[in-house]
T-cell receptor
Framework: AQTVTQSQPEMSVQEAETVTLSCTYD???????LFWYKQPPSRQMILVIR????KQQNATENRFSVNFQKAAKSFSLKISDSQLGDAAMYFC?????????????WGAGTKLIIKP | DAGVTQSPTHLIKTRGQQVTLRCSPK?????VSWYQQALGQGPQFIFQ???????QRGNFPDRFSGHQFPNYSSELNVNALLLGDSALYLC????????????????FGEGSWLTVV
């Protein structure tokens, strides 16, 4: 069974600085998707960034980028120029592409605090 | 364009009671999934509906059941409520349900907070 681990329960960063959130996963599949979702106090999960496992190039979305290390099964999220609005819970999630496993499998989350 | 809408937003039930939560998917989406998120944890997959049928199910007891209607909206029913059922229940919608669509963006509602006392 696939698992997702986020080892940092909480991270804090000064506004305008850069922060990296860690995620590792375990799977025997070779083709899958990885996601970072943001959950603000409103509780609605918002997709931040997506990575396809068969693509070697790391995904980037404006101030958000990932470091995808497939062999190490590592998928970290880098937030550049942190803003107060980035404060939220961040969840790493995995979604397989086998015939019986398409649901999202989630890590426990990292609470990101932005210091003004 | 309305996103995923869920109702009610908050509710309190007593142990042993039954609850029904409702979800309307994002316009154009035909697949609905339900997740349970306990306080301080990541979501756990309950089940997924497509074409009014349950297509996948997570590790949840039969007390958890669902339904999808012809307009793609969905209900989550929980019978014989336990204290441990207290959680945020998230509805997610997307297009397509099989491996072909596994890269499609999944959109979430704001959830229904269930407290069992």
């Amino acid at each position: 069974a696939q698992t997702v681990t986020q080892s940092q329960p909480e991270m804090s960063v000064q506004e305008a600085e850069t922060v990296t959130l860690s995620c590792t996963y375990d799977t025997s599949e070779s083709d899958y998707y990885l996601f970072w979702y943001k959950q603000p106090p409103s509780r609605q999960m918002i997709l931040v960034i997506r990575q396809e496992a068969y693509k070697q190039q790391n995904a980037t979305e404006n101030r958000f980028s990932v470091n995808f290390q497939k062999a190490a099964k590592s998928f970290s999220l880098k937030i550049s120029d942190s803003q107060l609005g980035d404060a939220a819970m961040y969840f790493c999630a995995y979604r397989g592409r086998t015939d019986s496993n398409y649901q999202l499998i989630w890590g426990a989350g990292t609470k990101l605090i932005i210091k003004p | 364009d309305a996103g995923v809408t869920q109702s009610p937003t908050h509710l309190i039930k007593t142990r042993g009671q039954q609850v029904t939560l409702r979800c309307s998917p994002k316009s154009g989406h035909d697949t609905v999934s339900w997740y349970q998120q306990a306080l301080g944890q990541g979501p756990q997959f309950i089940f997924q509906y497509y074409e009014e049928e349950e297509r996948q199910r997570g590790n949840f007891p039969d007390r958890f059941s669902g339904h999808q209607f012809p307009n793609y909206s969905s209900e989550l029913n929980v019978n014989a409520l336990l204290l441990g059922d207290s959680a945020l229940y998230l509805c997610a919608s997307s297009s397509g349900w099989d491996r072909t669509y596994s890269g499609n963006t999944i959109y979430f509602g704001e959830g229904s907070w269930l407290t069992v006392v």
